[in-house]
């Protein structure tokens, strides 16, 4: 099992005991607003739970707070179909605006880069959420396009291998 670790955070694959916070943030319509404009029901955000795959080559992890041993958010790179992988990275609303997103993210990055030896690392943000785009920028991201929907409109970035942060370290 792959667990990555930084200075204030756990990275490492689900466990049972994660359903309730994660039903939480489902549930919670200021994190669903920018990724998927709608707060789940508990039985829907359970069925996705249950889909999580472990032992993934790109898992999307349980990002956990070891200060206080709590479940805080979920995060990694996931495939995407004809693409380079996607980093994607979701935080408790209670934990909004601590750093903790950079810091799951520049360890996600960093495994992708050093472990997976990926060359290029993309990742989507529906516009209007600058708090992602600000993460995004400060690991060395570039805005590539925007795409515009009838609902929702996306900015898609790029990280090129070379070209990322060198921000806090991870140990794996």
Known sequence: MITLETERLLLREHEADDLDPFCAMKMDPEVRRFVGGRPRTRDEAEQKFRKIPSNDRLPFWAIVYKAEGRYIGRGGLHP?????????????RAYWGRGFATEAAQAFVEYGLRELKLQRIISSVEVGNAASVHVLEKLGFSLVRREEGERRSFDHFELMAGRASRGPRSRC
């Open 80 to 92: 995407m179909p004809g693409s380079a992988p996607g980093l994607g990275f979701y935080i408790a």
